[in-house]
């Protein structure tokens, strides 16, 4: 066994006096050195416990007979940012956080790493940084915050502000909302982004099987961390355990089958791809799209299901999941125990995991006995009811669908498991707005009509950072006339508790000059799931042939002219200068 530490410390007689000083003993020197990098800081309930995790971490290490160094790069908060600028940061931050892992760790090389995150960009941030930095890890994901009273989750209130500013409910009530959301730390509890890419982590073999999404006050989520700094211990040295190694095409596969199982963010398309670029592997849009054909989607957790995100462990979490749908995976890729997936899943089977789950579920049970009976679920809840078996499935074909066509040429995204049949295909009125604002203000307004489709462009990765449109989608599908009639359509994102018909990722974006720059008040837009098409088919209203579309495209082309940039300098200038489209990941093309 090979360590890079020792080699260091051989070149540079300086580290061993700088290390003492830091706090190292002259003994910890020789051992095994273990990089832990975690978001932990006071941004959000996603990282504020993290530190309890990494002293569990640290402990792990210590008893395998390694020393661990702690280094933090702490994310930020799409919730706390939504509706202001701020929120223009989120995804150039997943960046920021992948450049800072890869100096940290190889300014001064380790041996071995484990990797802390929760949330939406700081787990996608540090995958890609345990990829560049390339040394045995595990990924330890930070949990879920436990539902509020009457099983409220911070998803809902979008819902609760927009019922609030239609006058639907009394302050009162939006108030409560407020104060009851998140009782807790961790992840929010529902199927959003930070959820899916805890999930993802465990599906690309790249955490401890069964540990994705626990409660974040478990005393389970505190074990595994221990574990997860053993088991770096261990790998430590072994080349076969670099997660370059590790991770191949399968394994990507295997993760996107888990995300239509689940029904999975939408923001999924940007992080897998991202993740697997760092490896010279290619995840498309299509990639997604044909894997989600024919998948069943299986979990009836929010956003697209009823229950929080608490229960998905309690149910079984991502291996009941992959026991689900084990004939559609490749069971034989490695994992970062050194064993097979199906050699994980068998041992899971043999350990008693599920009993212990079992378990779990009967205590939710019993403390939220009274909402549950209210609900129509006088027993409680049982594993069936929340990872449905795979002959009865929720729905059989994925959770989302990529739409082609010439207003989106290389594709846009759209959730169909939270999308009303009736608007799987629909021609619409086209209604162009600049920036969400403009938008959000016409929708909460009624100066939208039922078969409008409302665009909002040039808040796509070059025009403002792609930040979600997370207002304007909930004022959407909670009003009871529009979210049934009309559609949203942008070249920004989501966020991954949205619902409606919303399509995001349009691809190419306005600001690189896109169709969706091109179009006009009154165009007419014809969206269909089912054939995954998205078409400008005719203009103030009169439909017009393909040819004629393409000559309407090509004049309107000729005249149109980029905006100034809408950042002059700092994160999102350079952001706006070399990201990658939205639908091949929106990661820094350099």
């Given at each position: 066994m090979t360590l890079i530490s020792q080699q260091m410390r051989a070149l540079s007689p300086e580290l061993d006096p700088l290390r003492i000083g830091t706090g190292w003993a002259p003994e910890d020197l020789e051992k095994p050195q273990i990089f832990i990098e975690s978001t932990f800081g006071d941004s959000h309930p996603g990282s504020g416990h993290l530190d309890r995790l990494v002293e569990a971490v640290r402990r792990g290490v210590r008893e395998a007979g390694g020393y661990g160094a702690r280094y933090f790069c702490t994310d930020m908060c799409d919730g706390e940012s939504q509706g202001t600028d701020g929120i223009n940061y989120s995804l150039a931050s997943r960046e920021m956080i992948a450049n800072m892992i890869e100096i940290q760790a190889n300014a001064t090389p380790f041996d071995a790493g484990v990797f802390l995150a929760s949330c939406d960009k700081g787990a996608p941030g540090n995958l890609i940084g345990m990829l560049r930095v390339d040394i045995p890890s595990v990924f330890v994901a930070g949990g879920t915050m436990s539902a509020g009273p009457e099983l409220l989750t911070l998803e809902q209130l979008g819902m609760y502000s927009a019922q609030y500013e239609r006058g639907e409910i009394p302050e009162e009530k939006l108030n409560w909302a407020k104060r009851n959301a998140c009782p807790g730390c961790g992840a929010c509890s529902f199927i959003g982004t930070a959820s899916t890419m805890q999930i993802m982590?465990?599906?690309?073999?790249?955490?401890?099987?069964?540990?994705?999404?626990?409660?974040?006050?478990?005393?389970?989520?505190?074990?595994?961390?221990?574990?997860?700094?053993?088991?770096?211990v261990e790998m430590a040295g072994q080349e076969a355990?670099?997660?370059?190694?590790?991770?191949?095409p399968e394994s990507f596969e295997n993760a996107i089958l888990v995300h239509a199982a689940v029904s999975g963010s939408t923001n999924c398309l940007l992080h897998l791809p991202a993740i697997a670029h760092e490896l010279g592997i290619e995840i498309t849009g299509e990639t997604f799209d044909r894997l989600h054909r024919g998948a069943r989607y299986l979990l009836d957790v929010r956003p697209a299901g009823k229950w929080p995100a608490e229960v998905f462990y309690y149910a079984g979490g991502v291996p009941a999941i992959m026991e689900e749908i084990r004939d559609h995976l490749y069971l034989d890729v490695m994992t970062v125990t050194g064993r097979t997936l199906g050699q994980n899943l068998a041992d899971l089977k043999e350990n008693g995991f599920y009993e212990r789950c079992e378990k779990r579920l009967s205590d939710f049970n019993r403390r939220h006995a009274a909402t549950l009976e209210k609900l129509g679920y006088p027993d409680g809840l049982k594993r069936v009811d929340i990872i449905r078996p795979y002959e009865r499935a929720i729905g059989t074909d994925g959770s989302i669908a990529v739409l082609k066509g010439n207003l989106a040429p290389e594709g846009a995204v759209i959730k169909h498991t939270a999308c009303p049949r009736e608007m799987f295909h629909a021609v619409l009125r086209a209604r162009p707005f600049d920036s969400e604002e403009e938008c959000l203000d016409a929708v909460l307004h009624h100066n939208v009509e039922p078969g409008d489709a409302v665009l909002i462009r040039y808040e796509g990765p070059k025009g403002s950072g792609m930040p979600e449109m997370f207002y304007t989608s909930e004022a959407i599908s909670s009003d009871k006339e529009l979210g049934r009639s009309i559609a949203l359509i942008t070249d920004g994102r989501f966020s991954g508790a949205s619902t409606g018909p919303v399509i995001g990722h349009c691809s190419p974006e306005a600001a690189a000059g896109g169709p969706?720059?091109?179009?006009?008040?009154g165009d007419l837009i014809e969206l269909d799931v089912q054939a995954r098409t998205l078409n400008l088919v005719g203009i103030r209203g009169e439909r017009k042939t393909p040819e004629e579309?393409?000559?309407?495209?090509?004049?309107?082309?000729?005249?149109?002219?980029?905006?100034?940039?809408?950042?002059k300098r700092g994160v999102l200038r350079l952001f706006a200068e070399h990201a990658a489209s939205p639908m091949r990941g929106a990661y820094l093309d350099y």
């Open positions: 982590a465990e599906a690309l073999g790249l955490s401890l099987p069964g540990s994705a999404l626990m409660p974040s006050s478990s005393p389970d989520l505190i074990e595994y961390a221990c574990r997860a700094g053993q088991r770096a355990m670099r997660p370059s190694v590790l991770l191949t969706i720059a091109l179009v006009e008040e579309m393409d000559e309407i495209l090509r004049q309107r082309r000729s005249s149109w002219q980029p905006r100034e940039m809408k950042y």
